[in-house]
Each structure stands twice: as structure tokens, then as C-alpha cells.
């Protein structure tokens, strides 16, 4: 079945690291998503892209970067990891559909930084 | 930007009672706002939506519905069942064409008591 797929699923590191998140997707969605989830909080976007050469900020964007290597692939980066963005962070894609359409998650990625 | 407010954060029901969650926005431009469930360790899922042209929806169980004069929208969980437990997501779409994104409220977790 196409899905959304997330590496690593676990990654405890330390402050000051530069640390990359992975997303694929075998759905062939032009749209992919980076969300931030804490607890109490709900899922906070932090930066999305509509194809590979299209690259926009989110809500939450500071102390992140992203990469869309390919229609497939959007990677997130914490160029300088500090303990606030410890959080369970999920990629997601979705097709067009006039922007109605449903946003598939990936499985999340669950980072702590010490 | 868009904020959704998203009320109650915790809900307890007994099985077989109706269970219901409100979510506000506050930009009166926002015409899609789907629901997304996410249970205990899973990744987010859709299992509803409603465009601003329609005033009510149902799918079995579930219903949404939509006011748009006092921007606000209710899921409606009717006999709930224990599979039912999870934390639910009310989110609206913002942006112009070409820039949609989703503002996601804040979660309700729901537990349904046998």
C-alpha cells in the first residue's frame, strides 16, 4: 500500500547537534507537510512545500530548515538542537484536490534533545 | 493568521452515550474544516470534513456540523464505544490559492468508560 514513511522513529541527541529528519512517500502527493505535535499543544505546522522547487513557512519556522529533494522526499532540519524542540514531530502529504483533500500522516518521529 | 480554540481539552463518556467537541476560528475566509483522530501511539487520521456550502454532515456515527455566522463547528460522536478513545483534532483551512494549510485546534482527548 502507498504511505507515508519517517526516519528514524526515535532520536534522543544533545543541545548544540545538527540533526535531520527524513520523510518519503510512495502516494505520489505533490504536497508535503512538516508538523510539530507537544502535548497540550496539538500539531503545529512548521514548514510545507506544494512541489520540489516550492518551500514555505509555517507557523513555528524558527530553528528549522527544510530540503524537497525529490517529489518524494522532504527532509526537516534542526541546524542547532536546543531542549524546547523536544516534541514528536509527523511529516504528512496530500494531493491537490482544490485543497479539500485529505492529509496523510506519517508514523512521527519521536526527538529529544538533552 | 487563523486560531482555532477547541473545547473541552478532556472528555469522559460513558459507553453508549453521545460525546461532543466544539472547535472556533476566527477567519471568516476559512471553508474547509476537517476532524482528524489520533489514538494512543498512532499517527493522525481523517474522519470527517465539511466545506463552509454545506451545514451538516454524517458519516454512521459521526456527524459535523457548521455554522458559519458564529465560525464555529461540533463533531458529534453518537453511541460511543470503547474504540472510540482517542484524541481528536478539529482543524481549519486558511491561505489563498496556491498556499492552503491546515490550523490545527489544540485536541480533545476523549475517554469512552465500559
Known amino acids: 500500500d502507498a504511505d507515508v514513511t519517517q526516519t528514524p522513529r526515535n532520536r534522543i541527541t544533545k543541545t548544540g547537534k545538527r540533526i535531520m529528519l527524513e520523510c518519503s512517500q510512495t502516494k505520489g502527493h505533490d504536497r508535503m507537510y512538516w508538523y510539530r505535535q507537544d502535548p497540550g499543544l496539538g500539531l503545529r505546522l512548521i514548514y510545507y512545500s506544494f512541489d520540489v522547487k516550492d518551500i514555505n513557512k509555517g507557523e513555528i519556522s524558527d530553528g528549522y530548515s527544510v530540503s524537497r529533494q525529490a517529489q518524494a522526499k522532504f527532509s526537516l532540519s534542526l541546524e542547532s538542537a536546543i531542549p524546547n524542540q523536544t516534541a514528536l514531530y509527523f511529516c504528512a502529504t496530500s494531493d491537490w484536490g482544490g485543497g479539500y483533500n485529505e492529509q496523510f500522516f506519517g508514523p512521527g518521529t519521536r526527538l529529544t534533545v538533552l | ?114
Open chain 2, 1 to 114: 493568521g487563523e486560531n482555532v480554540e477547541q473545547h473541552p481539552s478532556t472528555l469522559s463518556v460513558q459507553e453508549g452515550d453521545s460525546a461532543v467537541i466544539k472547535c472556533t476560528y476566527s477567519d471568516s475566509a476559512s471553508n474547509y474544516f476537517p476532524w482528524y483522530k489520533q489514538e494512543l501511539g498512532k499517527r493522525p487520521q481523517l474522519i470527517i470534513d465539511i466545506r463552509s456550502n454545506v451545514g451538516e454532515k454524517k458519516d454512521q456515527r459521526i456527524a459535523v456540523t457548521l455554522n458559519k455566522t458564529a465560525k464555529h463547528f461540533s463533531l458529534h460522536i453518537t453511541e460511543t464505544q470503547p474504540e472510540d478513545s482517542a484524541v481528536y483534532f478539529c482543524a481549519a483551512r486558511t491561505g489563498g490559492a496556491g498556499s492552503y494549510q491546515l490550523t490545527f485546534g489544540k485536541g480533545t482527548k476523549l475517554s469512552v468508560i465500559p
